[in-house]
Each structure stands twice: as structure tokens, then as C-alpha cells.
């Protein structure tokens, strides 16, 4: 009923008039009102606008789903409703007349346009983020917008915060397996529906009974379905053989090469500080190895009353010396292991060894290894050059400046992905470190970790002495290495909802089935991504679902599953898609899939697909803008990074051409595009430059004790750089003097700050105007023209002419 002197609707009808489709449609309370200018109803108008509205309000309050735009318009017949403001993420930028593009704080993760109840269950981007978090209907809108679909996990990160649930039933979908999570529907107590493949299941008695409220009745309000992030403790359901101890093998390269470089000192110091930290319970197992030209086994038996070395000389037919006591229980054996440790760095000091035979030495760690499976630690130095494996240079220095072809990015032999892929089989990772200086063909080393789930560490130019700041970066890259939590022989799947399917993976692993990759061991550090593609329409479901689940071994012996389930809506136009862009996340699963092209193809063939990513995206998007300028290159809000990415990533070591680049440092730089977690990965990317002499408390956060400022991000060029200031870039692998001053204390301040979390020690560079090290700071300024390679604008140029042509 309307007054008709004011047009104004009385306070009983405000809840149904309805003009803000942004807000949720699912509880009519939290709806927002305008006013509706409406013609005064007669009695039978009235009865039908009431019934209409009450109809559309019951029916959203039923399915808790959230419309998008053009359904909730049509859901809403003929009533004309108020149009909705354009979305931030949609506001046209002309890319080259805007010339602060970076902006001044973080870029964070876009929100899902999900309803509030939705939003708050969902994954945290932290460990689970997609490239569109509005998911086209069809391939044919995916391809329309020419954006990349995929995935990129941080699966087994630190968490502060995590439900561990232990139950007698896990429940799970009985057609496609799928864990329950906060995104299933309960048709009532007794059924509920998956989000993945949509059937009906019957849920257990056990899971009506929900241990935090200790009431029974709610299966709707049981931990798992109210976190989209739950860890299971497994049953022996989840076991094909008992659980595994903790075994950690260490095998040692000590050539004189390896012994004048001096790593041997600061690796037992470092194990013998963390000794008692090695994740593991009372049946923990370590054991170590050495070896030059042949292979040192040591006894660490308990009650002898020294270390004792047994050497194989034959490294063509490599056998085990004893079939015990070379893997030792850490407790039982810890003073000769300590004995051990103190006497390994000065045992070859008057070494003459100039061979490596590291094929052969791996062929012993895996027949020790596997009847437990576990971790081997492998330090190298140089090429390996006898036995199994050995290698030849192919680097020819003379090509590093190249801006042609780049030879050599993939390995020399297959041996060791072979040996990385038994090695797997039998529930072991190989983690690699190599310290070099010189040329050590990384490009086939790193199989061997890559295929096993390992982990590859690279100290370029390594010296204890020569080279302090390397040696300082193995010193905390090791702390960390070896106190971080692992798991033990774990598989992960990934599901997503019918109609969507993976098609190519990128990490560390070796792919056992379509979805399930075997993981021998799984570290807190390890990212993944997977690409997409859309298979069958998703006209039928406003929503879609995915879930990674990771089994695994803790180092305390039990069988654990951590599920995350990420929720996206699904859209039908083409400017939903773009205003759903995930940028990072699109330039990450980009990078990877850039590597995959460099070796399977050409760096050349790699460096284009990237360009032409740009100006395939921004050509499509052109084309749904009206009345656009023809000189104008316009992208939308969520994409404006996109072009400075591309160009941060055509100037990034893994494929950069035209400077001088060892191809060790290229391949290690590829290494870490293909594992590095989204947020670290982004630093290697796109560094971030903060001005420190003039760090003040505004703005600052305080985390725990202390009070860390927050400067402004500036952009990637010189020109914000002063003779006066003092400049930090952060590139995710980056000592200060403790001074009593404000400053001191802020600027260290803000340093830990940066340093914290990170999977590699970063180590710091005080670079001086005058130094020579300022060049490879100014690599960095990716804003900036070289001699090989556009500036930001120079680039943005040749994408508007490759998309005039």
C-alpha cells in the first residue's frame, strides 16, 4: 500500500522493495532499500505485486544462491529496477596515459562476488586461488576473452589456524569421492547433496552428533562443513602399509672442489645446532654419506665407540657395505652422529680428489632408502664426471648475451629423471643443493628433485670465505630446512565440479593418474597450479567448486588429509569474466606454463606467447568497449598490471635475452617459477622498491612486539631514485648495522618483517651509488629501458601497434 501524497512506500512493504543486487539475496533482512517511484496500485495490482515479491523472496531463501545480475532482473518480471554502479575492477584505464599504474599499497587477492555467507566459508587465496574467480559458462566465453583458466595452490603451508577433525567416518561422496565441505546442500538431516557431481548421499549417524556444541541433529554445523580448510586424522582405510618414521639421508659431496668451498663447516654446524628439532618422533632414522671418485658409507651402530667409515670403490656396480647400521636411530646413535658431524668438515681437508661420481652415489641413497622411503639431502659442487650420470659442459659463455636461440634449457640425459621417478616409487624425495661456481648443468641435475617431489637450493659463486652473503643464505636457508614440518609419502587429487576438467600440471611431482599426483615427500614451501578447461556448459549451476585433497604421512608417524575447497560463481557475459580477474594469479600459472614452452619448444616461441597473451586480452576486451578511441589502449581495472607484469617477466633471468646470463641461473630461476607458491613467486616477478630513509609509525602494524612502518610501494624505475635516499628492494631473495638510532630501529624493523615466512633465506645487499653490484639492482628497474629490451611505455606501444595491425 502507497501513501499518495509523498509516493513513498510504507515501512510494512520496505523489505520487499528491492533494488541493490549486490547485497544478499538469500535473508530478506539484509536487504538494502531505495526508494521506488511506483503509480498508485489498485486493490488487484497490489495483490499481485505482493504475491509476486513474496514468491521471489521465499524461492531465494529455499536455494541460498546468489544471482548474478541478469537473473536476479529476470526473476523480477517487468518491475524496472535501478541499475547497479559499474564494478571498480570494470572501470575503463587507458593504459598509456596513465602514468602511476603501480599503486602504492599491496595488491591483494580479488574477493569472489559470492553472497556474504559464502564469502566468509571460502578458501583463503593464501592457499588456494584461481585466474577467474567469475567462472565463464562456456569454453566458447573463455576463449572469447582470451584469459588463462587454472589453479595455483600453496597446499601444506603454515597455518596458525587449522580444524583438525578425528572421526571414526569421513564422509565423502560415494560416486566421486569428494570430501564434505561447506558448499554441499542439505536436502534434510539425513541428505545431503555434493557440490562436485551433484549426488544425493545419505549422511552417516555418527556425523548427525557434532562434537563442539555436543548436540545432535545438525550435520550442517559439524567442523567440516563449516571450514572450507579441515585436516582428517586417516583411519588404516588410508594406509597401504603402516606408517612411516622420519628418515633423513645426507649425502655429501667432498671433492677438493667441494672441500676448498668450504659448505661442509657450515652444514654440520647447522645440524648439529638443530639436531633435536628434525620433525620425527622416538623412531626417527638418520644416516650419511660421502663421496669423491668413490662412496663413503658410515656405521653409526650403536655402541661403537667411534663413527666408522666403509668405503665402495666400485661405483659401476654400487652395493651396500652392511645392510644395517647405516641408517641409524637419531636418539640411540645421537653422540656418534654428533661425533660424526664434528669431525666430516676437517676429514678431507688434504683431499687430492678432483672427481665427482654422484650418479653412482644417488644409486646407493635409493637402495638404502628404499625399504622406508624418506628424505636425501644431496650437496654438490661441480659437474659429476665419473660413473653413472656424468656429464659434459654445454654452456658457452659466449652465448649468455644471446638474443637468439638459447640452447640447452632441458637435461643431457635421462638418467636421472629415471632414477627420480624410482626414487618416487619407493616413497623418497631427493632435495638437491647446489654450490657452484662454475657451470654444473643444473638443467639436467634438477630432475632428479623435480620428478621426486624434492626440493632444488642453488648457491651461485659459493664460498665460506670469498662469498659471506652466500654463505649466510645456506646457513638460514638450512635452519629453516631443516626444522620446517614435512610429510611423508603423500598423494594429492584435485576435483572440480562436473563439466570442468585439468589438463596439465606444474610443480614438483610425478603424476601417478589424471588427477593424483605422488608426492614422496610434501613440504610447507611447495606451490603448485594446474590449467583448466571447460568441458561440458555450466548453464545449469550458478556455482562451481574445487578441492585439493593432500594425504600424507605426519613426521610423528600418523596419516593425516588437509582438504581446501575453494566456491566461484559461474557468468554468462563476457564483461563478468574480465571484472573476475585474478592478475597475479594469471601471470603466475602464465610463467609456468612460459617455462614449459622454453623447453619443449624455444625461449623465442616462449617470449612471444607471452606478448601475445597481452595483446590477445586487451584486443578482446577493446572489442565490448563502445565508443573507443582507435589510439587509445584501454584495459580494465582488473588487468591494468597485466601488460607490467608481462614486462617484468620477459626481463626475469628465466627469460630474459640480450644480458649476459649464466645458464645455471636461468634454469634455477625456471626451478623456481614452477614451485614457488603464488606470493613468493610474485616477488621473483615483480620485486617491491620502498624508499627507508624516511620510514615513520604512520600507518605502521604492529606485529607481536613490534612496530613495523609501512612506506609506499614505488614503481620499478630510476627515475624515484635520489642520491639522498635509501632504497629497498624486496625480490624474495634479498646485515644491517644494529644502530641506537629511530631510524636503525625502523628500517631493521621493517626488514625482519619482510624477511618472515619466506621459504629462502633473503639475503641483503647494501648497494652504494658508487658500487659496481648497482647493476644488477638496476635489472631490476623493470619500468626502464635497456639496451636489450622496452621500457613500460616502449612496451605498451608495441602491444597497441600488434593489436592495430
Request: proline residues 6%; contains cysteine; neutral net charge.
Amino acid at each position: 500500500k502507497l501513501n499518495t501524497y509523498n509516493q513513498q512506500p510504507e515501512p510494512f512493504l520496505m523489505p520487499f522493495l528491492v533494488t541493490n543486487p549486490q547485497t544478499r539475496v538469500g535473508n530478506c533482512l539484509d536487504f538494502k532499500y531505495h526508494t521506488l517511484i511506483l503509480p498508485v496500485f489498485n486493490n488487484s495490482c497490489y495483490i499481485v505485486f505482493m504475491l509476486v515479491t513474496l514468491f521471489f523472496c521465499l524461492f531465494c531463501l529455499l536455494f541460498q544462491q546468489y544471482p548474478g545480475m541478469n537473473q536476479l532482473s529476470s526473476s523480477l518480471g517487468g518491475l524496472s529496477l535501478q541499475s547497479s554502479p559499474q564494478p571498480e575492477s570494470l572501470r575503463p584505464v587507458d593504459l598509456t596515459q596513465e602514468r602511476n599504474i603501480l599503486p602504492t599499497t599491496p595488491v591483494w587477492a580479488p574477493v569472489p562476488n559470492l553472497n556474504v555467507d559464502l564469502k566468509k566459508l571460502n578458501c583463503s587465496p593464501d592457499s588456494f586461488r584461481c585466474t577467474l574467480t567469475n567462472i565463464p559458462q562456456t569454453q566458447a566465453l573463455l576463449n572469447k576473452a582470451k584469459l588463462p583458466l587454472g589453479l595455483l595452490l600453496h597446499p601444506f603451508r603454515d597455518l596458525t589456524q587449522l580444524p583438525v577433525i578425528t572421526s571414526n567416518t569421513i564422509v565423502r561422496c560415494r560416486s566421486c569421492r569428494t570430501y564434505i565441505n561447506p558448499f554441499v546442500s542439505f536436502i534434510d538431516q539425513r541428505r545431503w547433496k555434493c557440490n562436485l557431481c551433484y549426488r544425493v548421499n545419505d549422511v552417516p549417524e555418527e556425523f548427525m552428533y557434532n562434537p563442539l556444541t555436543r548436540s545432535y541433529g545438525e550435520p550442517h554445523k559439524r567442523p567440516e562443513v563449516q571450514n572450507s580448510t579441515v585436516e582428517f586424522i586417516a583411519s588404516s582405510d588410508y594406509m597401504l602399509r603402516p606408517p612411516q618414521p622420519a628418515v633423513y639421508l645426507f649425502v655429501l659431496d667432498v671433492s677438493h672442489n667441494a672441500v676448498e668451498a668450504g659448505y661442509l663447516t657450515i652444514l654440520c654446524q647447522s645440524l648439529l645446532e638443530n639436531l633435536d628439532k628434525l620433525p620425527g618422533d622416538s623412531r626417527t632414522r638418520i644416516g650419511f654419506m660421502t663421496f669423491d671418485s668413490t662412496i663413503h658409507f658410515y656405521n653409526l651402530q650403536e655402541g661403537l665407540s667411534q663413527p666408522q667409515m666403509l668405503i665402495v670403490s666400485d661405483i659401476d656396480d654400487v652395493f651396500l657395505p652392511t645392510p644395517d647400521s647405516l641408517l641409524v636411530n637419531l636418539y640411540e646413535s645421537k653422540e656418534l652422529i654428533k661425533d660424526l658431524l664434528n669431525a666430516l668438515p676437517s676429514m678431507f681437508t688434504n683431499t687430492r680428489e678432483t672427481h665427482s661420481a654422484l650418479g653412482p652415489a644417488l644409486q646407493a641413497a635409493f637402495k638404502l632408502m628404499s625399504p622406508t622411503g624418506g628424505r636425501v639431502s644431496v650437496f654438490q659442487t661441480q659437474l659429476p664426471s665419473l660413473g653413472a650420470g656424468l656429464l659434459q659442459s654445454r654452456e658457452d659463455p659466449n652465448q649468455r648475451s644471446s638474443t637468439k636461440v638459447v640452447q640447452h634449457l632441458g637435461p643431457a640425459t635421462d638418467f636421472y629423471k629415471k632414477l627420480a621417478l624410482d626414487c618416487s616409487g619407493q616413497q623418497t624425495a631427493v632435495d638437491l643443493f647446489l654450490l657452484s661456481s662454475q657451470y654444473s648443468d643444473l638443467a639436467s641435475l634438477a630432475c632428479v628433485s623435480k620428478y621426486s617431489a624434492g626440493c632444488i637450493y642453488y648457491y651461485p659463486s659459493f664460498h665460506y670465505t670469498h662469498n659471506p652473503s652466500q654463505a649466510e643464505k645456506l646457513q638460514k636457508d638450512l635452519k629453516r630446512y631443516l626444522t620446517r614440518k614435512i610429510g611423508f609419502e603423500a598423494v594429492m587429487r584435485i576435483r572440480c565440479t562436473k563439466g570442468l576438467s585439468m589438463h596439465t600440471f606444474h610443480g614438483n611431482f610425478f603424476v601417478r593418474s589424471t588427477d593424483l599426483l605422488s608426492l614422496a615427500n610434501i613440504n610447507p614451501d611447495a606451490g603448485f597450479a594446474v590449467q583448466l578447461s571447460i568441458e561440458e556448459n555450466l548453464t545449469d549451476t550458478s556455482l562451481v567448486c574445487f578441492q585439493t585433497a593432500l594425504l600424507y604421512t605426519s613426521s610423528k608417524g600418523e596419516r593425516r588429509i588437509r582438504v581446501h575447497t575453494l566456491c566461484l560463481p559461474v557468468v554468462s557475459s563476457l564483461a563478468d569474466v574480465y571484472a573476475g580477474v585474478d592478475v597475479q594469479a594469471a601471470i603466475c600459472l602464465l610463467a609456468n606454463m612460459a617455462v614449459d614452452r622454453s623447453i619443449s619448444s624455444s625461449l623465442s616461441d616462449a617470449r612471444d606467447a607471452l606478448v601475445n597473451a597481452v595483446v590477445d586480452s586487451l584486443s578482446a576486451y577493446g572489442s565490448t568497449v563502445s565508443n573507443l578511441q582507435h589510439s587509445a589502449l584501454v584495459a580494465p581495472s582488473s588487468l591494468k598490471l597485466f601488460p607490467l607484469y608481462v614486462l617484468a617477466l620477459l626481463k626475469q633471468k628465466a627469460f630474459r635475452t640480450g644480458t649476459s646470463t649464466r645458464l645455471d641461473d636461468r634454469v634455477y630461476a625456471m626451478c623456481q617459477i614452477k614451485c614457488q607458491p603464488l606470493v613468493h613467486l610474485m616477488k621473483m616477478i615483480h620485486p617491491n622498491l620502498y624508499r627507508i630513509d624516511r620510514l615513520t609509525d604512520e600507518g605502521a602494524i604492529h606485529v607481536n612486539d613490534r612496530v613495523v612502518p609501512q612506506p609506499p610501494l614505488q614503481k620499478l624505475s630510476a627515475e624515484k631514485l635520489t642520491r639522498e635516499g635509501a632504497f629497498l628492494m624486496d625480490c624474495g631473495s634479498t646485515y644491517l648495522p644494529e644502530l641506537d638510532t629511530l631510524s636503525s630501529e625502523r628500517a631493521r624493523s621493517f626488514i625482519t618483517w619482510l624477511r618472515d615466512n619466506r621459504p629462502l633465506s633473503p639475503v641483503l645487499h647494501v648497494v652504494k651509488d658508487e658500487s659496481p653490484a648497482k647493476t644488477e639492482f638496476f635489472q631490476h628497474l623493470i619500468e626502464d629501458r635497456t639496451e636489450a629490451a622496452f621500457s613500460y611505455y616502449e612496451f605498451l606501444l608495441h602491444i597497441q601497434q600488434q593489436i592495430c595491425k
